[in-house]
């Protein structure tokens, strides 16, 4: 099952300017993790939040949480062509569960 | 993709053959994890393992089947039972943790033919 449902399903942003996807989920959760996924590649994971956390910082990545909405969002400042690919967040639900669940993705275009 | 490697990257199959997708690991990580991904689609998990010997059904189990008897190794196989295999095909392990990270091979595109 989707538990985790990003949107915009796809985004076309300039050089230079911000990109905000937003995730929201269904059950309550440990934490939600947002992963990168290169046409044709597997994923790499870039950044964590706790479900005790509101925001969390990495690099140009910026995270939010708001469990009480239950929704995540991720910001990419200062977009760079690069940065072209689609992401997915991932909840790990409460309960010791080990198994992620994966929202549909967005799909990032960053136009030089 | 460091660390997990899926083999064949490209993979064709007739219909009513069984193939078996390669996942094998060098992170020491106990647990294996593989997923389907359809085009502009999440991922969907299939089997997991938690640990050697052990395995468990996905979401969307039926028509696959997997082994681990290695801590290394987790290979998938998708049978004739499965009616529509072609899509591109995600092994992870998990790093056990306050945050449960998962890392990714490069996938396997399989087609049926």
């Not at chain 1, 997915?88 to 960053?110: H, I, M, P, W, Y």
Request: glycine share 8%; net charge positive; with cysteine.
């Amino acid at each position: 099952s989707q538990q985790g449902e990003e949107d915009p399903q796809a985004l076309s942003i300039q050089e230079g300017e911000n990109a905000t996807m937003n995730c929201s989920y269904k059950t309550s959760i440990n934490n939600l993790q947002w992963y990168r996924q290169n046409s044709g590649r597997g994923l790499v994971h870039l950044i964590l939040i706790r479900s005790n956390e509101r925001e969390k910082h990495s690099g140009r990545l910026r995270v939010t949480l708001d469990t009480s909405k239950k929704s995540s969002s991720l910001l990419i400042t200062a977009s760079r062509a690069a940065d072209t690919a689609s992401y997915f967040c991932a909840t790990d639900r409460s309960g010791g569960s080990e198994k992620l669940v994966f929202g549909k993705g967005t799909k990032l275009t960053v136009n030089p | 993709d460091g660390g997990i490697t899926q083999s064949p990257k490209y993979l064709f199959r007739k219909e009513g053959q069984n193939v078996t997708l390669s996942c094998e690991q060098n992170l020491n990580h106990d647990a294996m994890y593989w997923y389907r991904q359809d085009p502009g689609q999440g991922l969907r998990l299939i089997y997991y393992s938690q640990i050697v010997n052990d395995f468990q059904k996905g979401d969307i189990a039926e028509g696959y089947s997997v082994s681990r008897e290695k801590k290394e190794s987790f290979p998938l196989t998708v049978t004739s039972a499965q009616k529509n295999p072609t899509a591109f095909y995600l092994c992870a392990t998990l790093q056990r943790g306050p945050g449960n990270e998962q890392f990714f091979g490069p996938g396997t595109r399989l087609t049926v033919l």
